[in-house]
């Protein structure tokens, strides 16, 4: 069985969790101690993903890089979102202004790959919320985009290998 290599970023404002949730899907770890990624973090990941149309798992190795968060070094950031097959926009349930920046970060993938990049929308820190205040947050900001989106939480690890999974099944099945 052979192994196809794909490059994903993890994108957003700093301080969403974007280093935990790569934490928490690589290694199976968290912290709450808060490291702020200079540039980028790159780590690597094995799966095994039954993708449609195939008989047999396919291994897809995953080359995730998490990129640092600090919106002023855009012109920085485009090369390193440059050749990534997907990503994973992710924005702070408990802070506002990282939700409104999704599209930002998004277009900003887009332009980076005219010919096209998956992507995945991820609401992490849940696990900060109430079940009411997070009903009330999700229902005002219906975010589509045409866009799969979770609710994630790297603390307890809610959603995060899903997140990552329906990624690669979405680059897996791109023309």
Known sequence: ???ISK????????GVGKTSLMRRFVDRQFSDRYLSTI???ISRKI???AAPQRLECQKVQLLIWDVEGQTKFQPVEQNYLRGCAGAIVVADLSRQDT?????????LVSLANPRGVRAIAAFNKSDLLTSEKLATVLQEKKYSQNVP????????????????QKLVCL???KP
């Open 39 to 41: 540039g980028v973090k």
């Open 1 to 3: 069985m052979s192994i």
């Open 149 to 164: 989106t979770y609710i994630t939480s790297a603390k307890t690890g809610k959603n995060v290998e899903q997140i990552f």
């Open 99 to 107: 939700i409104s920046r999704l599209y930002e970060h998004l277009n």
């Open 171 to 173: 680059m897996l099945d």
């Open 7 to 14: 490059k994903i970023c993890l994108v957003g404002d700093f």
């Open 47 to 49: 799966v095994r993903v």
